[in-house]
């Protein structure tokens, strides 16, 4: 399990896929309302001046230095919902990101969204 302290230092870090292949460079952590555990990051992807962010859930992530490796491949990560660098996620396309990496979705307590920025 990594800690959300702990995953908040990589920030800025590399982000790579199983194979060892950049995906970007991580932006902010995502945790689950339910557990408050972090169950998701964001990472900038993207040419210098046309940058979005993809979520990509930590579930298998290992944290080694100077990189955050991540169990999902790049292509599949890449082509993720994503939001621009200044947006926020809106509460309903929460559930198409977790479907993207077929992943159940529940909605947090009081049907509200399941991912919380930290």
């Given at each position: 399990m990594i800690q959300t302290a702990d995953?908040?230092?990589?920030r800025?870090?590399?982000v790579v896929d199983p194979g060892g292949h950049k995906i970007g460079?991580?932006?902010?952590v995502y945790?689950?309302?339910?557990t408050d555990e972090p169950?998701?990051?964001?990472?900038?992807?993207?040419?210098p001046t046309r940058h979005r962010l993809v979520f990509v859930?930590?579930?298998?992530?290992?944290?080694a230095p100077e990189q955050v490796r991540v169990a999902y491949d790049r292509s599949q990560v890449?082509?993720?919902?994503?939001?621009?660098?200044?947006d926020v996620l809106p509460a309903e396309d929460e559930k198409a990101i977790f479907e993207h990496y077929e992943l159940d979705y529940a909605p947090g307590p009081d049907g509200r969204r399941q991912l919380a920025r930290r």
């Open positions: 995953i908040r230092e990589w800025t870090h590399d460079t991580l932006e902010a945790v689950d309302t339910r169950s998701m990051v964001t990472v900038q992807v993207g040419m859930p930590l579930e298998g992530a290992t944290v890449k082509k993720a919902p994503s939001i621009g660098t200044d």
